[in-house]
């Protein structure tokens, strides 16, 4: 079974800062990648998503951007963080089609 | 993208069965249909899925008619820990992205 590792747990930078969360995958070989957010009390919207090494999509336009140098790395990026940010961010993949999402642990990001 | 309709929020009982139904309307031939747990601060547990008819794991059950409209999470006997939020999501399209509602927060009490 797969496992998702990501750090850090908590994350409080300022307005302004860069950033970046990192996600690895183990138990598994060329997963779909997912990155959420999920705002105080709300569910989860899809950030980006990934099929394959150097292949992003991005869901929303946004302060944010995602890469994947390696075939289970995923990283969450930004230049310059906006007070909008905030939020707890969760890394997911997904072995195949209509196989269960694995989630990591998550980040808690708050923006000050 | 259209995304599945369910509960808000549920109140129940230690001992209880619970029953949550998620519509549906959109869903594709080939998709499954698929129950998330998250507890507060912890990223969404995969509890169960199913095609048609039912299936039941060691956590749950899950029960789809024949339409495949609906679906309905079955929890047996719930005690305090299983006051979570469940979700129901649905697939957005080709790339077996999950499009997630805001789920229902289940309650027990004792």
């Known amino acids: 079974s797969q496992t998702i590792h990501q750090w850090p747990a908590t994350l409080v930078q300022p307005v302004g800062s860069p950033l970046s969360l990192e996600c690895t995958v183990e138990?598994?070989?060329?997963?779909?990648l997912y990155w959420y957010r999920q705002a105080a009390g709300r569910g989860l919207q899809l950030l980006f998503y990934?099929?394959?090494?150097?292949?992003i999509s991005s869901e929303v336009p946004q302060n944010l951007s995602a890469s994947r140098p390696q075939d289970r790395q995923f990283i969450l990026s930004s230049k310059k963080l906006l007070l909008s940010d905030s939020g707890f961010y969760l890394c997911?993949?997904?072995?195949?089609?209509?196989?269960?999402?694995?989630f990591g642990s998550g980040t808690r990001l708050t923006v000050v | 993208l259209a995304k599945t309709t369910q509960p808000i929020s549920m109140d129940s009982y230690e001992g209880q069965e619970v029953n949550i139904t998620c519509s549906h309307n959109?869903?594709?031939?080939?998709?499954?249909i698929t129950w998330y747990q998250q507890f507060p601060s912890q990223g969404p547990r995969f509890i169960i899925q199913?095609?048609?008819t039912k299936v039941t794991n060691e956590v749950a059950s899950l029960f789809i008619p024949a339409d495949r409209k609906s679906s309905t999470l079955s929890l047996p006997r719930v005690s305090l820990s299983d006051t979570a939020v469940y979700y129901c999501?649905?697939?957005?399209?080709?790339?077996?992205?999950?499009?997630f509602g805001t789920g229902t927060l289940l309650a027990v009490q004792p």
């Open positions: 997911a993949c997904q072995h195949s089609k209509n196989y269960g999402y694995t």
């Open positions: 138990g598994t070989s060329n997963p779909n």
């Open positions: 990934s099929v394959g090494i150097g292949q």
């Open positions: 959109n869903i594709a031939t080939n998709d499954y």
């Open positions: 199913g095609y048609k």
């Open positions: 999501p649905e697939y957005g399209g080709a790339t077996n992205k999950l499009i």
